[in-house]
């Protein structure tokens, strides 16, 4: 091969090297920005979730006592999704790997509200509001003391069942 033949091939790789860094570099700086962007989206924190949380608790209350199974069960599914966004949303709160402790009383919520079980919905009930504030003392918020609820969050809202 000719020495200017040689050269030329050499220059051109150092092109395609030099063009390789650019990309490379332009690649990292839209990550970089991907990633400044996606730390300032809005997410709920915590405090939010449980204000859910708090609604569907209540309603859940005077769905299930009016019998309003179909009610009663969607109120316990919001608890439950709730649950899961903790999960997937606040990993860096230590308390949301507590969470979970609420499972077998929801279990029992559940039981009841298919089992159209009254009495054992009273009694599931109580067993997921002590899990509340159990967790609520673990973790230090025991200042946040949940009950029974005496009357309904909203009056805009029929609590019994259509039947
Ligand atoms: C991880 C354990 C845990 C469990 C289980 C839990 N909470 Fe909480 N809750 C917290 C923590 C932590 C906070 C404080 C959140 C914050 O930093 O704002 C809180 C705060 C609250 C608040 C205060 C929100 C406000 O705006 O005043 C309410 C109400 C509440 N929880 C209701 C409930 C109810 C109802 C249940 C049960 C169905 C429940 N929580 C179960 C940990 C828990």
Redesign the pocket.
């Known amino acids: 091969m000719k020495k200017s033949t040689l050269l030329s091939c050499f220059i051109a790789l150092l092109a395609s090297c030099n063009q390789q860094t650019n990309s490379t570099y332009q690649l990292q700086s839209q990550i970089d920005s991907l990633k400044q962007r996606l730390s300032k989206a809005y997410k709920p924190?915590?405090?939010e979730f449980?204000?859910g949380?708090?609604v569907h608790?209540a309603k859940l209350w005077f769905a299930g006592n009016a019998e309003n199974w179909k009610l009663a069960d969607f109120e316990i599914h919001e608890?439950m999704e709730a649950i899961d966004d903790?999960q997937q949303y606040e990993v860096e709160?230590s308390?949301?790997k507590?969470?979970a402790?609420?499972l077998p009383a929801i279990d029992s919520v559940n039981h009841a509200i298919e089992q159209k079980n009254v009495t054992e919905f009273k009694s599931s009930y109580i067993f997921?509001?002590n899990?509340?504030n159990n967790?609520?003392k673990?973790?230090n918020?025991d200042f946040?003391l949940?009950k029974i609820p005496d009357t309904p969050p909203y009056s805009n809202q029929v609590f019994k069942s259509e039947k």
């Open positions: 924190g915590l405090g449980m204000a949380i708090q608790h608890i903790i709160r308390e949301s507590e969470v402790m609420l997921l509001t899990t509340c967790c609520h673990a973790v918020y946040n949940i």
